[in-house]
């Protein structure tokens, strides 16, 4: 256990340079680019960012979940699984292509085609660098995985950025998206030379792993489609200018689960992964980890969904304003995402991949029904962001069910935690309502606020769970020796 808590701190320390600095760059950039672009720009990347997220599945293929989940792996296996993924990153190409002119006439706006196509050959350039990350990933050798990401992250940064300011518009976006993936594909190859694929291809050495793999393209496929769905019928109902203020506020809310929460999942999954035959350590590794991210995720939510005004008006300008009220719903569905994000971690360490794709078959469904049945009567941005938070609220009983019996998690102990963690932050809750009767300016009740709840929520720590502030501590202190 003590090599394993060395290795999961060594790699800590890298995944929190990598996480932390391409999390900081990417929300200067959201806030940059949303500065220097309409939401009618951003409504149309949002437009095409529906297909291609639904084609990163596709082009996966569950491959890099199956290479870190797999207890053994031959030479002859990781060859097979790289060409595997070459062509699946062909078929995505092809399919995003084929599809353009319906995907096109869906939304009734010509502009997004230039937008797929530049996006599409990132599934021609991702695959060869992906099957490498995954085997960086697999040895928790995340200083590799912390220099590819750096080089990424920076290169995505400064071409959308200049191509902004050039009067691109989306085009920005989608063109440092590209870059950014053949930086992370040649710097894969480069660190990776030593593991270079042969010319392998035997289905029957990895039909297992590839079985795995599925179930895991299959649940992210659904997954990214309860995600995409609302943002597919807002642009196609009330236009891409809409949709624009919707993307912003939806990458705001997703800050903890997309950009914060890797600092911990990506190091957890494969230290889970290495005690899933040990109970009591599995649920010791699960409890620690709940602990850590529920007591991230909840305050800033909570700031999120309490501020969205002089969030909004402040940092991204008043055009975006008018999305306030959406960012406050969408911080529940972040809350909600956040809680369930939980367990998907847990059951691929388990092998139970096919956990999560029917759990998320399940909230995909409920919220497409939801909505179908809501848009006709109230169609606006915030009913959409409401309906999206009601699956996972509504059925958290069964997903706390499906993590005691196939995640073999004791349920009490980790209740215990979530109910601790609420209660820590409901000081900064009434801080921030009390704040909010203030008839000041939005500038100095932002700057207020944030001073404010986060002192208070370190003090409110301190006095009532110092254990945890102390190991934060210490764990911050040995990963920077």
Known sequence: MNDLKTRALKSAKWNSLSVGYTTALQVVQIIWLARLLDPYEWG??????VIIRLALPVMQGGIGQAIIQSKNLSKSQFSSLFWVQMLTGTLAF?????????????FEEANIRPLLLIGSFSFLLSPPGNVFQALFTRRMEFDKLAFIQLIGATFDFIISILLAYKGLGALSIS??????????TLFSWWMGREDMPGFTL?????????????????????SILSSVVDKAIIGRYLGAYELGLYAIAWELAMVPVSRINPLITRVAYPVLSTVQDQPEKRNLVFQKITHTLMSINIPVLLFLGLFPAPILTIFFGPAWARGAICLSL??????GRAFTNLGAGIFLAQGHSDVNFSWN???SATTALLLITVFPFYCSLESAALVQAVPYWGLLGAWLWLLRKKGGISISPFLRILIRCILFTLPVGFFLLLLDFWNIPDIHKLVIGMVGSAILYMVTLWIFDRPFVLAIKSWFLLSIK
């Open 44 to 49: 149309k990347m949002a437009m095409a960012w």
């Open 94 to 106: 092809i399919g995003v292509n084929a599809l353009m002119p319906l995907w096109v006439l869906f």
């Open 175 to 184: 063109w440092g998206f590209l870059v950014r993936n053949l930086a992370n």
């Open 202 to 222: 035997q289905f029957r050495s990895i039909k297992k792993m590839l079985r795995f793999g599925l179930y895991e393209a299959g649940n992210n496929l659904v």
């Open 330 to 335: 969408l911080s529940l569905l972040g809350l």
């Open 361 to 363: 078959i399940v909230v």
